[in-house]
């Protein structure tokens, strides 16, 4: 008879000794060969995994208890005797999951993303902070985003009404920040949440960014939507798996309004930045080849599986300890 995803979980368990978050577990369980029989075909096979898990907890019947919410959330047997100071002495650097890739590895996957979303459809630049000017330590702290957007109203219009705006009319245009992070759980938002408020409230829109955000973490999410009503900042999940199918799982507060101080000070500080605004500036949809060429690449099909592939981006999605 085929394994459920609580069996697996309670082999995983049994085996480790140890109490330990759905995410973990699933991948545990993959490593151990168990996850062949659950019939777990999504493109996110983890976060159904973690669900199960979650819901299951809550019942008064499951053999499952929490024994901790935070940094993450850690989950054992009721009838299992672990050792749960001394493994949390051993956790306590738990921040992010060991990955090969850094954040900014992930910026072509939003920049794919960005491109083709009908939410955006905009061109992305990557702004290095390492080319700044240097200021005193610490006076720039969160003052620059990760990446920077810019999206033309006219360029899905005939090249006659394109024309006919450029000269009579001004341009609309919406300008995004966007805040880059490899993972965010409950623990690590609030802070990554308030430095996208920091480097992106000057925009139009301004967004959080994470790769494969757990969207069963029930506490993640409800503290996810109050922040994002409070302060406006909005937060995309990056789908790893298809990066076409990423998810607004927050939509920014649209400001019209820019906050042109904050973009002077960008401006006169950054390279990058300033290079981004007069790309803006001289953008021409008739020249639209040369205009692309200033902006950050959007990878085609193939060369965005390849990208994949050589980051082993998808290799490691899950919480572990440093």
Known sequence: MAKSIIDVTKEVLECKNEA?????MYHIANEMGLT????????????????????NVKKVDSIFEVVTEKPIKLIKLKNQVINLEAQMEKNSEIKEPKTSYS???LHPLLSRFISFN??????????YHESSKKSQKG?????????????FEYKDYQKELNKFIGKFSSLPIKIYAFEMKKHLSVSSFREYYFQAVSNSSWANEGYLVALDIDESDE?????????????????????????DESVILARAEFREN??????NELSMKNPDFKKFLESVEEFNIEKEYRSKSEFDEVLDNDKLDNYLINK?????VYYATK
């Open 20 to 24: 330990l978050n759905p995410n973990q």
């Open 36 to 55: 062949k029989e659950l019939n777990l075909n999504g493109k996110t096979p983890w976060r159904s995994f973690a669900a199960t898990i979650y819901m």
């Open 103 to 105: 954040e900014r590895d």
């Open 118 to 127: 009908e939410n955006f459809k905009a061109y992305t630049k990557t702004i």
């Open 139 to 151: 006076a720039d702290k969160w003052l620059y985003p990760d990446i920077v957007g810019v999206s």
């Open 219 to 243: 506490e993640l999410m409800d503290l996810m939507k109050r922040l994002s009503y409070s302060f406006g900042i909005g937060v995309i999940s990056l789908n790893s798996q298809n990066v």
């Open 258 to 263: 820019l906050d042109y101080s904050v973009m």
């Open 312 to 316: 082993k981006i998808n290799e490691e």
